[in-house]
Every structure is written in structure tokens, then in C-alpha cells.
């Protein structure tokens, strides 16, 4: 937090919850969905967000997915609608943000989403599929921090797909994860709306 300004990706937002109702379609099912302040896009889904939900191929029915920095859970919401045979973990350093996907979770009985603190993941676990829109704006060191601690949890044969605007450095960072990984396979799957969505394959 600097100073009366508060981040999505703070651990405990300090400004009333202030929950409200959205109707949203998430899988091609128009669904109604508990939002707040304190979170990323507490109106809806964001631009980006469906861009990669748009772009990306369906996920498997089956498997251990991950949205990394799952907000309210648009991501989460939509791989559990998709593959009810999966485990998908929703994942935040945000509390308000997993309080959030656990009741839209719950209200639309998709039990098969884990929101979770990000220490809370066994350490074990390993991703068939990972969606994410990161947090850019907490910077590219912290950035790149949480892209190690998470990109290389990809199972063997797994996917993520990454969506990151182009004005906020999209090709640098799809040069950094090619230099960091030369054994994973990145390209630019596809590019909307100023967006490029990242396909990294382990």
C-alpha cells in the first residue's frame, strides 16, 4: 500500500468488502457471480481476462489446473465449469480475493475448486494446465519472483497460458521465460485488444 492507495494484490485490503452481485458469462453459461472492492476488476471480468478466456483452447476434463492470481475467479471459475473432472486451484496473496471465489465456488456447487493462499499448495502438486492474467503491476522483479516459484510446477507435458498487455512489456517477458527455461516451449499463441496470450509448454 502506498500511501491511501490500496493494491489488489494486498494480503488483507484495509477498505470495507462492500460485496455486490454481477451477472457474468464465464463458459458460454451466464452466471451470477459476488464481487468487491480491494480485489482486481471488482466490476467484472477485466479485458485482458477475456481475451485469454476467448483465445485459449478448452482444458482437458480432467487434470490439476492452476489460476495463479485468481482474483474473484473468473479464471478458476471457468476452467471448473469446463472440466468438472479436474482439480482447479484458484490461488491469491489477496484474502478478500479467496473469501470471493470461495462463495461463488459454493453458490454454483463447483467443489472441485481449492482457493488457496499460494503456501498453502502442497508442495508436490504439479499443473497439467496453468491460465493466468499475473499481476503485472507489482513489477517485473516480483514478477519474474513468481513466475519461478510457479512455472516450473508444470507437469511434464503441461501448458500455460499467460495473458499480459503488449504496453506492459508482453514480448520482453516472453524473451525472459525462453532465456530463463530453454527447455520450455514459448510463443505468442495469440494477440487482442493490445493483449498477447503467452503459451509456455513444459
Known amino acids: 500500500m502506498t500511501g491511501d492507495v490500496e493494491h489488489y494484490f494486498t494480503a488483507q485490503p484495509a477498505s470495507p468488502a462492500q460485496l455486490r452481485e454481477r451477472s457474468v458469462t464465464l463458459a458460454g453459461k451466464s452466471i451470477n457471480v459476488v464481487v468487491a472492492s480491494?480485489?482486481?476488476?471488482?466490476?467484472?471480468?477485466?479485458?485482458?481476462?477475456a481475451v485469454l478466456l476467448n483465445e485459449v483452447p478448452d482444458p482437458p476434463g480432467v487434470g490439476t489446473f492452476l489460476d495463479l492470481g485468481c482474483g474473484w475467479g473468473p479464471i478458476a471459475l471457468t476452467l471448473a465449469l469446463r472440466s468438472p473432472g479436474a482439480i482447479v486451484y484458484g490461488v491469491d496473496v489477496n484474502e478478500r480475493a479467496l473469501d470471493l471465489l470461495r462463495r461463488n465456488a459454493s453458490r454454483h456447487g463447483l467443489s472441485w475448486i481449492r482457493a488457496v493462499a499460494p503456501d498453502a499448495v502442497p508442495a508436490d502438486v504439479r499443473f497439467d494446465l496453468i491460465w493466468s492474467n499475473p499481476p503485472i503491476r507489482i513489477g517485473k522483479a516480483a514478477l519474474h519472483e513468481l513466475l519461478q516459484s510457479w512455472l516450473p510446477r508444470l507437469a511434464p507435458g503441461g501448458t500455460a497460458y499467460l495473458v499480459v498487455a503488449k504496453q506492459l512489456g508482453a514480448d520482453s517477458l516472453q524473451k525472459w521465460i525462453a532465456k530463463q527455461w530453454p527447455d520450455f516451449a514459448v510463443d505468442r499463441y495469440a494477440s487482442d485488444k493490445g493483449f498477447r496470450v503467452l503459451r509456455v509448454q513444459g
Open 38 to 49: 480491494g480485489v482486481f476488476s471488482p466490476d467484472g471480468v477485466d479485458r485482458g481476462t
